[in-house]
T-cell receptor
Framework: DAKTTQPPSMDCAEGRAANLPCNHS???????VYWYRQIHSQGPQYIIH???NNETNEMASLIITEDRKSSTLILPHATLRDTAVYYC????????????FGQGTTLQVKP | EAGVAQSPRYKIIEKRQSVAFWCNPI?????LYWYQQILGQGPKLLIQ????????DSQLPKDRFSAERLKGVDSTLKIQPAKLEDSAVYLC??????????????FGPGTRLTVL
């Protein structure tokens, strides 16, 4: 599975959009981009995933560049409860389902 | 639906002792995962079960770690004997199956192990 690169930390003001970038320049055609987050002292939580097209659900939006080498997770109106570590993961459709977590981005939402 | 249950939530032992963790996945989920998360790092997969068969245990230190999933439901992860470097949070996750394109994993709260 392709490796991902994320900034180690980011700040965001409460109520503003949080834009979390992820670089996956070696992604191949059958690999999906997944986002999970981990709030302190909890297990990771699935947010969203995508292959080529942009995706949106009740939690977030995922914007994938046309060349698929990078993506951005958008939390449209960040709240203090969104403070967490956010993991961008690239996963092949043909593998065993294993998620390979990197270091992630620690997002601090400030009042 | 009920989430993934794990117990105990916390465990403190001395090195060379044994310890066991229990996981009850979401009902109907065929796939079960055990992850190890060392402080400051992302979770690392130790072992994956599909029903009661092992799919991937390539990262499991088999000289001291063992896991089983009886009847394809609950699972137990054991460490014997424990080392200081085993101090970590042990996370259990489950998913419906090894889907081709979609595999949302649901995680439990984890067991925090401290080895003294």
């Amino acid at each position: 599975d392709a490796k991902t690169t994320q900034p180690p930390s980011m700040d965001c003001a409460e109520g503003r959009a949080a834009n979390l970038p992820c670089n996956h320049s070696t992604i191949s055609g059958n690999e999906y981009v997944y986002w999970y987050r981990q709030i302190h002292s909890q297990g990771p939580q699935y947010i969203i995933h995508g292959l080529k097209n942009n995706e949106t659900n009740e939690m977030a939006s995922l914007i994938i560049t046309e060349d698929r080498k990078s993506s951005t997770l958008i939390l449209p109106h960040a709240t203090l409860r969104d403070t967490a570590v956010y993991y961008c993961i690239v996963r092949s459709s043909g593998n065993t389902g294993k998620l390979i977590f990197g270091q992630g981005t620690t997002l601090q939402v400030k009042p | 639906e009920a989430g993934v249950a794990q117990s105990p939530r916390y465990k403190i032992i001395e090195k060379r002792q044994s310890v066991a963790f229990w996981c009850n996945p979401i009902s109907g989920h065929a796939t079960l995962y055990w992850y190890q998360q060392i402080l400051g790092q992302g979770p690392k997969l130790l072992i994956q079960f599909q029903n009661n068969g092992v799919v991937d245990d390539s990262q499991l230190p088999k000289d001291r770690f063992s896991a089983e999933r009886l009847k394809g439901v609950d699972s137990t992860l054991k460490i014997q004997p424990a080392k200081l470097e085993d101090s970590a949070v042990y996370l259990c996750a489950s998913s419906r199956a090894i889907a081709v394109s979609y595999n949302e994993q649901f995680f439990g709260p984890g067991t925090r192990l401290t080895v003294l």
